[in-house]
């Protein structure tokens, strides 16, 4: 039985497209919608004797970006009829700060958007989306 939802959500299109199907979900099985989007915070290396120091720089600019990111993916639901959902900003890297959030809120059910990246860059780099398949506990559709 599906009782939560999880979308992830950074505001391309694709994500779009992955909010809308979440929202559909959700309202189809009575489950509840949770939104996150990952924080992308900038880091600069300061050397500091034999090794290198990661500062994060302009992390309030990106906990805004982040709630304006969020911001609009309630009103995006909200504007196709369907209940406000739970928001949340997450800190580290995407997959695993999905993957963690999921498996801390129970969530039944991931739903991702494809980057479409062609097959030797998806190979190199890997997705997110390829990371959540092969690591979620629930089950992920990608849209």
């Given at each position: 039985?599906?009782?939560k939802?999880?979308?992830c959500?950074?505001?391309s ?14 309202q189809?099985?009575?489950?509840a ?6 924080m ?13 120091v990661m ?7 990106a906990?805004a970006?982040?709630?304006a ?7 995006l639901?909200?504007?196709?009829g369907?209940a ?11 997959a695993?700060?999905?993957?963690e959030h ?15 990246y062609?097959t ?6 890997g997705?997110?989306?390829q990371?959540?398949?092969a ?8 849209t």
């Amino acid at each position: 039985m599906i009782t939560k939802v999880m979308v992830c959500f950074d505001g391309s299109d694709h994500a779009v497209s992955a909010l809308l199907n979440a929202a559909d979900l959700a309202q189809k099985y009575q489950a509840a919608l949770d939104v996150a989007t990952v924080m992308h915070i900038d880091m600069n290396a300061i050397a500091v004797g034999g090794s290198a120091v990661m500062i994060p720089i302009h992390e309030e600019e990106a906990k805004a970006n982040a709630e304006a990111i969020l911001e609009n993916a309630a009103k995006l639901v909200q504007e196709a009829g369907y209940a406000a959902p739970s928001v949340h900003v997450l800190r580290g890297t995407p997959a695993e700060a999905i993957l963690e959030h999921a498996k801390l809120t129970n969530a039944d059910m991931i739903v991702a958007g494809r980057r479409g990246y062609g097959t030797l860059r998806g190979m190199l780099v890997g997705s997110v989306s390829q990371k959540l398949i092969a690591h979620a506990t629930c089950p992920v559709l990608i849209t």
